[in-house]
């Protein structure tokens, strides 16, 4: 009794106290669940409709700094071919996706050292003065201020930046070589020089508990980010974790439910890492708030080489009939497809 109830304030105010959150993820039952997707659902409707927001993703770099310990582009994993996209490939890769009937770019890599920032600058610059109706978005990870400040400047739109656990003992273990507060200090960078930002974290990370997440919740509802990136933690077969259980399809979906009802006006992935845990993972992230997706438009012949995990799914996305197909599966489960620009309506 005490779970709805609390999820009806949740639902009624947009917030809740951290232990009546963790109430919820300790006692919530299968009935409940369906319950907080329906109120979650209702929520997403009440301020994007019935619309999933389709974004083209490119995978430009599979170079990267970093010693992520989950992540199979790590720096010290050895097994993975490398490649790096020219300028004419990317470049490419969002004349496709315009033909295809995008509206914005997703640029994602590591955090490759060749792109420092008069190349980044000269690049987004040429997608920008090619494609100006189109929303620009980057995942590059950490980089100062005054870097954020140029791209911003030539026209970069959005910038995600997953915080990965606000746990700074789980973000050490995770990033032995990183620290947390200097993923903090970026996020607020981000957020003062006018992106639209998105936040995020993993759910199944061996060792965390509810009250873990909890803290990750509040933190987010603090940093009202525009987008927020949930996804399970799935093992990739060359990193330290490749013996650890994936995050599970249930409790991603309880998150979501909560990140939506707690940030109404967020802009919410289905991630390519649900659906690549379970076959109708997708769809049960729309069923519980989402209303994003990102199919891949990175050339076909590199699409492997981008491995953050296991299994992940390349489904050949880029391709219309690859394309049409998920337009279709959004379709036929009563969602509207929205290739438009797309922007979030959290303002600041």
Not at 6 to 27: A, G, Q, V
Not at 56 to 69: D, P, Q, S, V
Not at 200 to 224: A, I, Q, T
Not at 276 to 283: A, F, N
């Amino acid at each position: 009794m005490l779970v709805r109830q609390y999820i009806d304030e949740l639902y009624e105010r947009n917030d809740l106290e951290e232990e009546k959150l963790l109430y919820i993820l300790d006692y919530i039952q299968k009935e409940e669940i369906g319950y907080l997707q329906k109120k979650a659902l209702q929520t997403k409707e009440k301020y994007y409709g019935k619309k999933i927001y389709l974004r083209a993703l490119i995978e430009f770099t599979n170079y990267c700094k970093r010693e992520c310990r989950y992540c199979g582009i790590n720096r010290y994993n050895t097994q993975v071919e490398r490649y790096r996209l020219s300028e004419e490939e990317i470049l490419k890769a969002c004349q496709r996706a315009k033909e295809l009937g995008f509206h914005t770019f997703v640029l994602q890599g590591g955090e490759d050292v060749y792109f420092r920032d008069e190349i980044l600058v000269d690049l987004v610059k040429k997608i920008k003065e090619r494609f100006p109706e189109f929303a620009l978005t980057l995942s590059v990870g950490e980089r100062p201020y005054e870097s954020y400040q140029k791209l911003k400047e030539v026209g970069v739109d959005r910038f995600l930046l997953r915080h990965e656990t606000i746990i700074p003992e789980m973000y050490k273990k995770l990033h032995p070589q990183s620290e947390l507060q200097t993923r903090l200090d970026c996020l607020e960078s981000l957020k003062s020089l006018g992106y639209q930002i998105g936040a995020g974290f993993m759910v199944g990370l061996p060792g965390y508990e509810n009250k873990d997440y909890v803290k990750d919740l509040l933190f987010l509802k603090h940093l009202s980010p525009h987008m927020t990136g949930i996804g399970p933690f799935i093992p990739h077969h060359d990193t330290e974790l490749r013996n650890e259980k994936a995050g599970s399809v249930e409790k991603t979906i309880i998150i979501l439910a909560l990140v939506r009802l707690l940030l109404p006006k967020v802009l919410l992935p289905a991630t390519t890492a649900l659906g690549t845990v379970s076959e109708d993972g997708r769809l049960r992230g729309f069923a519980s708030g989402a209303n994003v997706v990102m199919p891949n438009v990175t050339p076909p012949e590199f699409r492997d080489k981008y491995a953050l995990y296991n299994g992940k799914k390349n489904t050949g996305d880029e391709a219309a009939e690859g394309l049409r197909q998920t337009c279709e599966m959004i379709r036929k489960n009563n969602y509207e497809v929205d290739m438009g620009r797309g922007d979030s309506k959290v303002k600041y």
